[in-house]
């Protein structure tokens, strides 16, 4: 902030727009305002640069049209940042992580100031595309012009060509103006980051009476300068100022100026016409050899060519503003959230900035190098019942790739729920671990069902994040596990990650494209809508392909048997919000379709737990206790009868609860409290 100039910037963001048909080109330019960004974040010894991208949507359109472009989004500046670590640099702390948020398209300024405020962001980078010559040329204002007006954070526009590694020659002209210091902050710092120096540049005008106070403003700038070594002052006596440091500039290869005063008061339509300042204008003019007409700094100037490169600074606001903002801000949400298309609005953001695709985490090197950088463990869990025909294929593909060829995986359970086939013997033959769910925490009883076995891996398994995929897939390929572990490593708000997929279904001869997860389409994503519409977005709620992080998961209940999908998006949702959930596209799953009936009893039992849940919340009252039996059609020789069935899925309590499992973690627990 514009008090704490001096101090270094611990969180930098990067904020980029959508790129353009310009292609290869416009990709070039983001890999280039990346790396100069990269560079003034080490040379500003920060702890971490978010590279943002911005995707926008035309007004009037939902924001969940945006999915497909946040996913390009991401794809591209995944490449930009890996890019970087193929580059030699000295050792730094500097975590890089990049960011997709998609917004309106009047809402740009407002999205990216959330960020800001989210983060708590100290400097903010911008490229001069934000600010280009078709908007000024078109009287266009830029998008950005309430964030370029009234920073909430230091703000520095990075202009075209700007090579921080070579810019060992600074020049920083000063003459008093209100954001000196923090230019001086930045190039100094810079300077010692590339062992170069920082000319000061004080330029007097010939012929006019030297300004005492300007005079000394410039002397206690100077002095505040920790390493002076690295300066060298300098005072030029020209004609004309904007001239002066025009051909300053020509010995240097970057120069820092702060914004001009109609920048900063944002006084007149000037503004944005001439966004960066004349001075900058004029220096990019020479940079390019552009012999175009400039704005006038005293009188009109002149461009030549190989100019250096220009980074236009401003200071932000004040610390008790911005946290007056970030008030503001949350009583403003709240408001928002008694609207009545907050929710529709809410879901459509979520659906467009949580929704993923496996091919983004295709490069298994790139997550294995993630996982190890934040210190976590990974563990698969393959809930089985009599499933010899597919478990072997499914090992086998998971095994081989993600923890003999790449060490994603630190560990592969079988969690069984007494199979009589030969699922255990299978297993065990593949060198997977077998624990019998019914032998398993045994203090606790035993129950029926998937939910109990995936209660009772969270006691076997060691892992910071565990996954979970079904035993009976026919066409089980790695990026059922990578593509669910992708989201949890990229984004540190996400928790929970379902799978979604097309689910081809069998009928006799016949395989149908479509069809597929009818209780989801018949009985799940109705009620969503009706009573939890915030979890609407979901394509596929009852998927069996999820992960979640260790830590959520241990503070949820697990119903015993088919609800236990829904009862965690439900509580996933009230505990940790809907950014806490994300799904991913897992391509295709084939797998052995169930029997009406049994679809039939599984949409029962969701149905009890829906109702559960609303009953919990006083968002439903009923005069008497729900019915937990259910009458299924039978036809038999001596034709149709009524086969009564009681199904109810109970509630196991969240593991945390559990002494033997507190028991067990005790290390990792008392960390955390600590």
């Known amino acids: 902030m514009a008090s704490e100039a001096s101090t270094s910037r611990r969180r930098v963001l990067l904020a980029l727009d959508e790129p353009s048909e310009a292609g290869q080109a416009n990709q070039a330019e983001l890999m280039r305002l990346f790396q100069a960004s990269r560079g003034l974040a080490l040379a500003q010894k920060a702890e971490s640069l978010i590279v943002l991208g911005l995707v926008r949507v035309a007004g009037g359109q939902s924001l969940s049209g945006g999915a497909i472009p946040a996913q390009n989004q991401r794809a591209l500046l995944d ?33 990216l100031n959330d960020v800001i405020l989210e983060n708590q962001i100290d400097l903010l980078l911008l490229g001069s595309g934000w600010f ?27 202009g075209p060509g700007v090579d921080i590694d070579a810019s ?57 300068v920790k390493n002076k070594q690295r300066i060298r002052r300098r005072e030029l006596v020209t004609g004309n100022v904007g001239e002066g440091i025009l051909q300053e500039a020509q010995n240097h290869d970057l120069v820092f100026l702060g914004a001009t005063a109609n920048v900063a008061s944002a006084r ?34 002149t461009a030549s060519r190989n100019g250096p490169g220009v980074i236009v600074v401003r200071a932000g606001a004040p610390r008790d503003f911005y946290f007056a903002r970030l008030q503001r801000r949350k ?40 996982k190890k950088s934040q210190g976590l463990t990974i563990s698969l869990c393959l809930p089985a019942l009599n499933e010899e025909a597919t478990v072997g294929e499914v090992i086998s593909n998971m095994k081989s790739e993600l923890f003999d060829r790449y060490p994603l995986l630190d560990e592969i359970v079988l969690v069984d729920s007494q199979s009589s086939d030969r699922t255990v013997e299978i297993a065990k033959e593949l060198g997977i671990p077998v624990h019998i769910h019914q032998q398993t925490l045994t203090s606790q009883g035993a129950r029926r069902g998937k939910g109990e076995a995936l209660w009772k891996s969270l006691y076997v ?80 709620p009852l998927a069996g392909e999820y992960a979640g992080r260790r830590s959520c998961l241990e503070q949820l209940p697990f119903f015993t048997g088919y609800g236990v999908e829904t009862g965690h998006l439900i509580d996933l949702l009230e505990r940790f919000g809907l950014q806490a959930i994300g799904q991913v596209n897992l391509r295709e799953r084939q797998h052995r379709n169930q029997e009406l009936e049994a679809l039939s009893q599984m949409a029962f039992a969701i149905t009890q737990v829906i109702i559960n849940r609303l009953e919990e919340r006083e968002r439903l009252h009923l005069t ?51």
């Open 268 to 301: 007149t339509e000037a503004l944005f016409q001439n966004p960066l300042g004349p001075v900058a204008q004029a220096v990019l003019a020479t940079q390019y050899g552009e012999a175009e007409k400039l704005n006038k700094v005293d009188d009109q100037l």
């Open 132 to 158: 280009d010559e078709k908007a000024e040329t078109n009287n266009v204002r830029s998008p950005l012009e309430e964030v370029f007006r009234r920073p909430l954070c230091d703000l520095a526009i990075i």
């Open 624 to 674: 008497e206790e729900i019915n937990r039996s259910m009458k299924l059609i039978q036809l038999g020789e001596e034709g149709l009868r009524l086969d009564v069935r009681h199904i109810e899925d109970r509630e196991r309590p969240p593991m945390l609860e559990i002494p033997e499992y507190r028991h067990k973690h005790r290390k990792r627990l008392i960390k955390l409290a600590k």
């Open 331 to 370: 009583q403003q949400s709240q408001a928002r959230s008694l609207s009545d298309d907050y929710i529709s609005n809410l879901v459509d953001k979520w659906f467009a900035e949580n929704t993923f695709d496996s091919n983004e985490f295709a490069d298994i090197e790139r997550l294995v190098a993630s």
């Open 79 to 111: 490449e930009i940042v890996a890019s970087s670590q193929n580059q030699p640099t000295e050792s730094s702390t500097l975590q890089v992580k990049t960011v997709v948020r998609v917004c309106q398209q009047d809402e740009l300024a407002q999205e």
């Open 168 to 224: 060992k020659r600074i020049l920083l002209p000063a003459r008093g103006g209100p954001f000196a210091e923090l230019a001086l902050s930045l190039a100094s710092s810079l300077a010692e980051y590339t062992s170069g120096q920082v000319t000061l540049l004080r330029l007097v005008r010939e012929g006019v009476e030297d300004d005492e106070f300007e005079e000394a403003a410039f002397s206690e700038l100077a002095r505040s």
């Open 461 to 540: 398994l060691k892992g910071d994040i565990i996954v979970w995929i079904d035993t009976d897939i026919k066409n089980a390929h790695p990026r059922f596990v990578y593509g669910l572990i992708g989201p949890l490593l990229k984004e540190p708000r996400i928790q929970y990650v379902k799978g979604y997929y097309r689910r081809p279904i069998q009928v006799g001869d016949k395989v149908y494209q479509t069809g597929g997860g009818r209780v989801t389409e018949l009985t799940v994503r109705p009620l969503f809508n009706l009573f939890f519409p915030e979890l609407s977005g979901l394509i596929q």
